[in-house]
């Protein structure tokens, strides 16, 4: 069973940082593309960040760019999201997830945690 | 608002179909780019429901389907039931943004 964890959540003051970190089991972690996606109260789901399989490719989006930093370390089967400058709007739930996609007929399906709340105050 | 266009309610009694659209563009969906769908119950993760424009999941009533056409994409659910009632999100790639979008969610009630 496929089972993405994430921690490090939690009350931060503006400006302050935190970090957070999605473990993955019973994935073969090396070879999945990963994001994070993060949910403000009562609102819609917000892609943020992409990583590649083996690290050489990251996107972020505009909100983000410049504070946060994703990075992995596949012999760990980690994910982490080092989040700096945190805004009262960064207030959020905070998801890790596998890339899901289709090549030659195969596809692989997406994978989410439940989620880490960080409240920005 | 989102590039992944979805209305943002839907509604049909226990037993009935409804469909949710997903409207994108030439730099999404309708380059190729497939589409999964999220259902998210109040106080829960999302949960995938549809991957890959029309495959489902283990474990996930075949009341749920997916399609795909041109620069759009639907979910059907087929025999609403009570617990069907959530709310619905597609995803998509949009290579012009080099970004994993979602739609703006769509809420689903079950009169």
């Known amino acids: 069973e496929v089972q993405l964890v994430e921690s490090g959540g939690g009350l931060v003051q503006p400006g302050g940082s935190l970090k957070l970190s999605c473990a993955a089991s019973g994935v073969t972690f090396k070879g999945h593309e990963m994001t994070w996606v993060r949910q403000a109260p009562q609102k819609g789901l917000e892609w943020i960040s992409y990583i590649s399989a083996g690290a050489s490719t990251i996107h972020y989006a505009d909100s983000v760019k410049g504070r946060f930093t994703i990075s992995r370390d596949n012999a760990r089967s980690s994910l982490f999201l080092q989040m700096t400058d945190l805004r009262a709007e960064d207030t959020a739930t905070y998801y890790c997830a596998t890339v899901g996609f289709c090549s030659g007929g195969d596809c692989l399906q997406p994978f989410w945690g439940r989620g880490t709340l960080v409240t920005v105050s | ?111």
């Open chain 2, 1 to 111: 608002q989102s590039v992944l266009t979805q209305p943002p309610s839907v509604s049909g009694a226990p037993g009935q179909r409804v469909t949710i659209s997903c409207t994108g563009s030439s730099s999404n969906i309708g380059a190729g780019y497939d589409v999964h769908w999220y259902q998210q119950l109040p106080g829960t993760a999302p949960k995938v429901v549809i991957y890959g424009n029309t495959n489902r999941p283990a474990g996930v009533p075949d009341r749920f389907s997916g399609s795909k056409s041109g620069t759009s994409a639907s979910l059907a659910i087929t025999g609403l039931q009570a617990d069907d009632e959530a709310d619905y999100y597609c995803q998509s790639y949009d290579t012009r943004l080099s970004a994993w979008l979602f739609g703006g969610g769509t809420k689903l009630a079950v009169l």
